[in-house]
Structure formats: C-alpha cells, structure tokens
C-alpha cells in the first residue's frame, strides 16, 4: 500500500490532506446508523431472558381481593388474601433455562458484533466507492484541460502551416468525448454520494482523503487468518452459543420428569355487612411446603426431549457448515486481496509508465517526430491508466474489509489504528 502513495501526484487526487478520512466516516456511521442501533436495541431485550430465567426459582408474593353481594340476605361481604410461594427444589429446570438463556445472549452479542461489522463494511466499500468517482471526474477535468491546451496549440500549428485540420478536429473529438466521460463520471458521483450518505449518515465533507494505511489487524498469512476466523468470526461463533443453548434446553426438558418442592403460605382475611352491621370472619393462614412428583404426561415431557435433541443435532450440523463458511470468506477474501495487490502494483507500474509516454510523446510532437493520433492515444493511456490504479486502490480496501470481517476483526478501531 505505500507503493501507490510515491506515485499519488498521478492521480490527481483532491486536497488530500483536508479532506475527510475513512476513520471519520466509520465513526459516524458507528454512532448515528440506525440499523446498528436497532440491533443493539434488540440485543438489550435479549439480555433480560437469563434473569426471567432465573425469576422462576426466586419468592413471589400475591395479594387477592374479592367482593360480592348476596340478594338473598347474606349482604355484602369480601375477603383479601396475602400470599407467597418460594421454589426450594426444581429438579434442575431453573439452572437448564438460565443456562439456555445465557447461551442465546451470547449469540445474539455475536449477531450485534457481525450487524457492526456488515455496516463497517459498507462504510469501507462507500467510501472506496465515492473515492473512486471523486478521482474519475478529477482525472476527466484535468483531461478536458490538457486537451484544451494541445487544441490551442494545434490551431496555432494550422496558423503557421505545420498542422492540418484534421490534426485540430481529431484532437476536438477527444475532447468532446472526455467531456462525456466527466458527465457520466459525475453522475455516478452524486449516486455514490447518495449510498454514502444513507449508510453514514451525513453527506461526505468536501473532498475523500485517498491515504489509508493498511489495517494492523489484517493477519499476515492466509493460515492465521483461518486461525483466526476459528475463534473470532461472529456467526461462527453465534452458532456455537446457538448449539450449546439447545444442549442446555435438553436439560430443561428433562428436567420435568424430576419432583419439585417448594415452600408455600397465606393469609386471609374476610369482612360481611349484613342489614347495616359489619361480621367479620376469623382470620386464617396457611403454611407448608408443596411437592409435585410427575407421574403421567401423556408422553408430553418425552416428545419434548426427543424434539429437543433433535434441535440440537440440527445446529450441531449448522455449526459444521458455519465453520466451513468462515474458512471458505476467509478463502476467498484471501485470494481477492493478494490479486488485488498484485494488480495494484501492476497499475502502478503501468501508470508510471503511461505518464512518462505522454511527457515523452508530446515533447516529440514539438519537433515533428510524433504525429497527433500519437498524442490522443498516449494521452487516453494515460487517463486509463490512472482510473485503473484508483479502481485498484479501491478494490484492495474492498477485499481488506472483507478479510477483516471473515477473521472477525472489523471493528471500529480496525482502520483507525
């Protein structure tokens, strides 16, 4: 990635330095996008289950009231009762759903960590997108200028006789065709300045700083990079919480066929008005403990548990194929990045090479060793030459972003560092 940077002049870019870099864009978008916050909302909700989990096994109290009337002479009366109820033994089913509930917040904390790392990516790609259509429309102004110059220089050749009028129109119509080439290269811009904008979350700031330097946390070889997909790669991972919530929910099915014991007590109190005076009723309370042995479901608890392994056999099976995507991203994000570099450097090269024939070709069309169809066609060389090396450029943060997220290091810090 430093290569490019010593041939930056090429390209043209715009005011580098002033304008708005990628660690500025990802920030706001982590702050401000709406799906991420959604996502983060949800995760919130889900992070209550393990304590209405463990809400089965705690006290719980109720008061009840009643009041009636009787038409046929008993009058009005009522009665109020207070009463609690303290799980002592459960078999196990209280610890089974805390654990089920525990494993299912901790996949869906993977689910949030890959919604962030999918939007971060999307920042990357339209801020690599909107970084290329910046430098096509500079690249096509430059070019309409330079070309306005070699016409000007062309008629005053034709003046002094040493230039045809073929030479002035040839040189016209490739002016006139970068002319269309700016059009369509500013019409893409404000499209990729739309996306921008919506996944942000604000229009770019003036004109996108083309240095990024390569992430720290890329792995430097493709076997720590499936290392690291191994332990870091979300769905991975959210699909191994997955697995072992269903295995606790195994236990939490069987954990109906065992007894249960529980401390329960209450106390009542009733009042009945009867031709204008008010009788009360003796107080009573109510204390013992309660044991409840399943005898007979019906086959319920047994069809539950075979439902439930069944489950987790399933996401044992999606866990297998979840590993084989991560290793197959990491793969392919691998191999799309090291072609990426190689023809960074190739563009590069070529760049470099296009430029010194354009230099080279128009100082020998000043002594007439060079003809102006020589011209127009190092000068369509060259512009080529600098739209495939920003497309390359853009298409190496691509596949960097891509092999973040498959190793499970998006995140914000990943190109800020």
Do not use: C
């Amino acid at each position: 990635m430093t290569k490019w940077l010593a041939t930056a002049s090429l390209l043209l870019a715009i005011q580098p330095a002033q304008g708005e870099t990628l660690r500025e864009a990802i920030a706001a978008a982590y702050e401000t996008n709406p799906e991420l916050a959604a996502a983060r909302a949800r995760q919130e909700a889900l992070a209550e289950a393990p304590q209405q989990a463990r809400a089965e096994g705690r006290l719980v109290a109720e008061a009840n009231g009643d009041l009636g009337y009787d038409r046929f002479g008993s009058g009005t009366g009522g009665v109020g009762t207070v009463g609690a109820n303290l799980p002592i033994w459960t078999g196990g089913r209280v610890s089974a759903s805390v654990r089920a509930a525990q494993r299912q917040v901790a996949a869906g904390a993977e689910g949030v960590r890959d919604t962030e790392a999918a939007i971060l990516q999307s920042v990357v790609a339209a801020y690599a997108d909107l970084l290329y259509q910046q430098q096509a429309v500079e690249v096509a102004r430059v070019g309409i200028e330079r070309l306005e110059r070699q016409v000007a220089e062309a008629r005053a050749r034709l003046d002094l006789g040493q230039a045809t009028r073929t030479d002035v129109a040839q040189l016209e119509a490739q002016r006139a065709s970068v002319v269309g080439n700016l059009a369509d290269a500013e019409g893409g811009l404000a499209a990729v300045a739309a996306s921008y904008r919506a996944i942000v979350g604000r229009p770019p700031v003036g004109a996108l700083s083309p240095e990024i330097p390569t992430p720290a946390a890329l792995p430097a070889t493709i076997e720590t990079a499936r290392e690291a997909a191994g332990f870091d790669n979300p769905m991975l991972l959210r699909q191994r919480r997955a697995t072992e919530a269903a295995a606790a929910q195994i236990d939490r099915e069987r954990a109906e066929r065992a007894p249960s014991l529980g401390l329960s007590g209450a106390y009542g109190y009733g009042a009945q008005r009867v031709h204008g005076d008010l009788r009360g009723y003796e107080a009573a309370a109510r204390g013992g403990l309660t044991l409840r042995i399943p005898l007979l479901t019906g086959g319920l608890v047994a069809s539950r548990v075979r439902q439930a392994e069944a489950t987790f056999r399933a996401e044992q099976f999606t866990t297998e194929a979840a590993q084989r995507e991560a290793e197959r991203q990491v793969d392919a994000a691998w191999g799309t990045l090291s072609a990426a570099r190689r023809r960074l450097e190739a563009d590069i090269e070529g760049l470099a090479a296009a430029d010194l024939a354009l230099k080279g070709v128009r100082a020998e069309y000043g002594f007439d060793l060079r003809s102006t169809l020589d011209i127009l066609v190092a000068d369509q060389s060259f512009r080529s030459a600098q739209l495939s090396v920003a497309r390359s450029r853009s298409d190496v943060l691509n596949a960097e972003a891509a092999l973040l997220r498959a190793t499970g290091r998006m995140t914000e810090a990943a190109f800020t560092q």
